[in-house]
């Protein structure tokens, strides 16, 4: 009850703040930008080659701050990677097993079966490394945020906005509008031809993002293909047998006087 | 009592376990009201619920670790490398949900007829016990996932027991385990969750013992008099129960594969972090007219007392309806109190999830103290002012009528 106090009262102040100063009140959040995916809707499925591409962006960019601890290489093979891609890309790494015979941390060129490399050991080598800001784990990201894949697209496709004059931007950070507080700690990390894609995909920013966002999609939700899949079959199994008990319904009640 | 089957086998068991005679009793001959609408199906959903939810969570938690460092992941787990985790869960997820759906619609089908008059008070209070112990069910369960509105919501909840004079700290402390929520908060939320549904198991068997001992209410509210008032459970009502579960399985099923979170929140798919608050805690939706309840009194302890109040004063409700009359069909006036209490509880629940201030709060204020003089001052005069329309002759004779007509 306490906390919830001053969480009212926390509200309470942050709506007189806006009140108070109708610059940061008539900025407001910006407008999801809302997307197609080819995830969303009844027959809505991941297109394979997208996730791919999307995963080279992760790889190249994002994960120079952002680990993916959720994911593990082998994962991987489900978008379609070849396994001896997948071995590859694990054992370009190398991770603490146990310890020798002499008490000393043994490493082991990474497995398949490992969580994809973290750029940092720990939660402080990250934040040192990034202003003290830290970069969440994006395995879950798409879930985590309401209207996830919309959000995340915006968020990494507004840094360009036009800043307002009398906006006050700390030290380090950058102007978002897409983020709470409209100014975020990670740098405009997406710009036309950032990345270049072997099928030939465009690779405008707005591509990149898109393909980046679907491969978050996928790891926050691998079994969406499954899942949709599984739904189709169950809902004809029940609107048949539904449909029978209706007819047995009718006919068992026809025979009293109701 | 007639053998139920000529089968030596189950003669032989029946003769020293009269189990047989007794599902026959209770399941296949047991009188029904001819004239039961489709809101009698929810009772039946509900029990079907239950036993989706005893049986997806019992698989769960074979694979759940209650610690606050590995909740979180092996909920993720689960999710990922469990076959068919992500179904497990995300039945169970959506059918807490679906749960308080059927059971909110099964009050308010009790509400409406009258079911919660005499001979039924005591079966009406068995359903607020399993309504009480599944709220706390939810609750306790919804601290597992160790996210952040597992963390928020069992911080905020817990906490409201301090607001009691003298005990409450020490209450708060106890139910923590320690000073805050934390990994002994966890490891005492998992058992309670594992063990409630089966008490909940056990006073659903009571509820449908005394249901069947005062039989069922119907549409019109009047008691079942002759023979050609009632017909057999079985095949009548078994077979409309299988087709309101097909339509049910539909509507749930809709939602786990194609919105499996539209009834969570966001937040708790990040880990718990209680250095980091929420901007915004919420808690489940089937809380909010209660909590809305909760905020709507400034003060602490005020508002505890209502909100628990605003449960508790449905035992009374039998007594405070002073209505000779069960249904609301026959009870021009009270019919639409009893509609407009109902659109008050959604404003409530609307109200619950907006934050407590300005208009919301008043509105929150108006429709707490139109909770209370519904059931307190409403209920009572109504029932004695209100002149009832003629109740029928018998549950047959209308029906009869209308089928005579039609001919
Ligand atoms: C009255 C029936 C029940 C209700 C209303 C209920 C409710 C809930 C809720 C709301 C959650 C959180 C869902 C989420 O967001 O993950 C949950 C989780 C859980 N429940 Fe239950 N539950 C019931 C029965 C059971 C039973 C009988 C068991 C075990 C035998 C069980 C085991 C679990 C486990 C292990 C979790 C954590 C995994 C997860 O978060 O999905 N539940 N329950």
Known sequence: MRSMRKLFTAIAAAATLAVATPALANSGATKLEHKEWSWQGMFGQYDKAQLRRGFQVYKEICATCHSMNLVRYRNLMDIGLSEDDVKALAAANEVQDGFDDTGAPKMRAGLPADKLHAPFPNEKAARAANGGALPPDLSLMNKARKSGPDYVYTLLTSYEDPMPEDFHLMDGMNYNPAFPGHQIAMPQMIFDEGVTFADGAPNKKENITADVVAFLNWTAEPELDTRKGMGLKVMIFLAVMTALFYALKRQIWSRIDH | ??????????????????????????????????????????????????????????????????????????????????????????????????????????????????????????????????????????????????????????????????????????????????????????????????????????????????????????????????????????????????????????????????????????????????????????????????????????????????????????????????????????????????????????????????????????????????????????????????????????ISSPVVKKSGEAV
Not at chain 2, 94 to 113: P, Q
Not at chain 2, 359 to 372: D, K, N, R
Not at chain 2, 376 to 385: E, H, K, Q, S
């Open chain 2, 1 to 394: 009592m007639s053998a139920p089957s000529n089968n030596k086998v189950v003669k032989w068991v029946d003769d020293r376990l009269p189990i047989f005679t007794m599902m026959k009793h209770s399941a296949i001959d047991y009188p029904t009201p001819k004239n039961l609408n489709y809101w009698w199906n929810f009772g039946s959903l509900a029990g079907l619920m239950l036993v989706i939810m005893i049986l997806t969570g019992l698989f769960l938690a074979m694979n759940y670790v209650p610690h606050t460092s590995m909740a979180f992941d092996s909920v993720e787990r689960i999710m990922r490398d469990v076959n068919y985790g992500w179904l497990l869960r995300y039945l169970h997820a959506n059918g807490a949900s679906m749960f308080f759906i059927l059971v909110y619609i099964h009050i308010f089908r009790g509400l409406y007829y009258g079911s919660y008059k005499a001979p039924r008070e005591v079966l009406w209070w068995l359903g607020l016990v399993i309504y009480l112990l599944m709220m706390a069910t939810g609750f306790l369960g919804y601290v597992l996932p160790w996210g952040q509105m597992s963390f928020w919501g069992a911080t905020v909840i817990t906490n409201l027991f301090s607001a009691f004079p003298l005990v409450g700290e020490h209450i708060v402390t106890w139910l923590w385990g320690g000073f805050s929520v934390d990994n002994p908060t966890l490891n005492r939320f998992f058992p309670l969750h594992f063990v409630l549904p089966f008490v909940i198991l056990g006073v659903v068997v009571v509820h449908v013992w005394a249901l069947h001992s005062v039989k069922s209410n119907n549409p019109l509210g009047i008691d079942m008099k002759t023979p050609q008032d009632s017909i057999p459970f079985h095949p009548y009502y078994t077979i409309k129960d299988l087709f309101g579960i097909g339509l049910f399985l539909m509507f749930y099923l809709a939602f786990v594969f194609w919105a499996p979170n539209f009834f969570g929140e966001p937040d708790n798919y990040i880990p718990a972090n209680p250095m980091v608050t929420p901007p915004h805690i919420v808690p489940e939706w089937y809380y909010l007219p209660f909590y809305a309840i909760l905020r709507s009194v400034p003060d602490k302890l005020g508002g505890v007392l209502l909100m628990f109040g605003a449960i508790l004063i449905l035992f009374v409700l039998p007594w405070l309806d002073t209505s000779k009359v069960r249904s609301c069909k026959f009870r021009p006036i009270y019919k639409w109190f009893t509609i407009l209490f109902l659109v008050n509880a959604f404003v409530l629940g609307y109200i619950g999830a907006q934050p407590a201030e300005g208009t919301m709060l008043l509105v929150g204020q108006i429709c707490t103290v139109w909770y209370f003089l519904h059931l307190l001052v409403l209920t009572p005069v109504i029932g004695w002012l209100e002149k009832p329309k003629p109740l029928p002759e018998s």
